[in-house]
């Protein structure tokens, strides 16, 4: 009787506390049917038609057009280096100073010659001796007269037996070596007339020797203080102080590369080359904008532009090699670098963009999320086309008007419900879709 009864309210406890399990779970389940989660937030764009510039990337190397060697003219000695390797020097600024003493010497003895030619040149213009040669032929001139008038006087005389015919014999011979004289003296004025232009011509042309010999030796002078031939960023000593400098020496002494504007060269397929020149018309792509992307993959800040191309196409590659220029004033790009040039290649009209982010790319299929009417999420194939910085042109699967989920992807179903909110696109990206 005890047992039976003790097994009873076994029983009875057991019972009890079942049907309190099962009470505590329908309590649960009530309560998690209340905790229903909300749909899940996610950011949408709306996509419209739009025109979008297409930009094209290709590999470039950045170079210095006008490389300057700087070699000595003149031979001599390093005194003095006025620079430092890997500074920016400007046109005209001394970079080496050579001994100057021996062209110093040169300068002064070249000017002391010239002193002497325009001395002999001043007194060959003086013409001392054809003036000595006509006072002689004048004196002369004035003897033979007197002589004549003294064969005058005793011609009458001696007819007349006034006077003795010995003074007229006398007086005749004195008249003819007068005349011999003066003949004598009118042509040694002639030689000496002519020896005279001949020495003032020979004292100018000496003058005119010794001014470029002088010049010659200024400009050596002016040739042992080496300057910059052009500004830019001068590159290291090949010849230190005390070594010897030879104006046929095969080594350049440094060399100066020009920073401002840098260059750049790059490579346009046959196909794109003819496709610019035929939309830029004769000029083709000259002139175009570029912009400059660099190793790091920042942007470089200053737009340049296509210089010219040249004269062939490479016929192992079947390129065509671009050459352009950008402001480079704070010389930040060197020559040699690395980088990517990109330009605008053509212009797509009235198409439809996506973010890179919103896609999703299975083998060779890509889809999207999109939000409908009733904000529940459906999945739609698309086939997009070409890059425009961080979107994809989208040339089929989606219409202006729908709205592609961009943040959240992950986080949704298709056919369940989502809660939109707009896209706010970053800076960077903001920046990617302007390039």
Same mark, same amino acid.
């Given at each position: ?60 190397? =950045? ?23 890997? /500074? ?19 300068? #002064? ?6 002193? !002497? ?6 007194? /060959? ?22 002589? !004549? ?14 006077? /003795? ?8 011979? &004195? ?11 009118? &042509? ?7 020896? $005279?232009?001949? +020495? ?9 020797? +010794? ?36 104006? $046929?020496?095969?080594?350049?002494? =440094? ?33 175009? @904008? ?23 196409? #490479?016929?192992? $590659? ?9 402001? +480079? ?20 009209? +009235? ?18 999320? =999109? ?12 086939? =997009? ?34 809660? @939109?909110? @707009? ?13």
């Amino acid at each position: 009787m005890k047992a039976s009864g003790l097994l009873r309210i076994t029983g009875l406890l057991v019972l009890i506390t079942a049907l309190l399990s099962l009470a505590a779970c329908e309590s649960t389940s009530k309560a998690q049917s209340g905790m229903a989660f909300p749909p899940p937030s996610v950011s949408v764009v709306e996509v419209q038609a739009q025109d979008v510039p297409i930009y094209g990337e290709y590999a470039a190397q =950045t170079f210095a057009r006008d490389m300057v060697e700087v070699r000595g003219r003149v031979d001599g000695f390093i005194e003095k280096r006025l620079f430092q390797v890997g /500074a920016d020097v400007r046109a005209g600024q001394t970079l080496y100073t050579l001994d100057l003493r021996p062209y110093a010497a040169e300068v #002064d003895k070249a000017k002391g010659d010239l002193a !002497q030619s325009e001395a002999n040149l001043e007194f /060959a213009r003086k013409q001392v001796a054809l003036i000595q040669a006509q006072a002689n032929l004048e004196q002369a001139k004035a003897n033979l007269v007197k002589a !004549q008038q003294d064969v005058d006087r005793l011609q009458p005389l001696v007819k007349q037996e006034a006077a /003795a015919k010995q003074d007229l014999d006398n007086a005749l011979a &004195a008249l003819d070596a007068n005349k011999a004289n003066v003949a004598a003296l009118t &042509a040694n004025v002639s030689q000496t007339r002519l020896q $005279t232009r001949t +020495n003032i011509e020979s004292a100018a042309a000496q003058v005119e020797s +010794n001014k470029a010999l002088l010049r010659t030796a200024e400009l050596n002078l002016n040739y042992a203080t080496i300057k910059a031939p052009v500004s830019g960023r001068i590159g290291d000593s090949l010849i230190e102080v005390g070594g010897l400098v030879s104006k $046929t020496a095969t080594q350049p002494l =440094t060399t100066i590369v020009p920073l401002d504007p840098i260059w750049v060269r790059f490579k346009l397929s046959e196909a794109e080359y003819l496709a610019y020149r035929k939309s830029k018309g004769r000029q083709g792509n000259v002139g175009m @904008p570029i912009q400059l992307v660099l190793a790091d993959d920042s942007v470089f800040p200053h737009e340049g532009e296509i210089r010219n191309s040249l004269n062939q196409v #490479d016929p192992k $590659t079947g390129t065509l090699e671009i050459q352009g220029t950008f402001p +480079n004033s704070d010389h930040t790009v060197l020559p040699g670098q690395f980088g990517r040039i990109r330009l605008l290649t053509r212009e797509a009209k +009235n198409v439809l963009i996506v973010p890179q982010r919103a896609v999703q790319q299975l083998q060779s299929m890509q889809s999207v999320f =999109t939000v409908g009417p009733d904000n529940k999420a459906e999945a739609r194939t698309i086939v =997009t086309g070409d890059r425009v910085g961080d979107n994809w042109i989208v040339t089929e699967g989606l219409k202006p008007g729908d709205k592609v989920i961009v943040e959240g992807v992950q986080k949704v179903r298709p056919g369940s419900p989502v809660q @939109p909110t @707009p896209y706010k696109p970053t800076e960077a990206s903001v920046r990617g879709a302007q390039s």
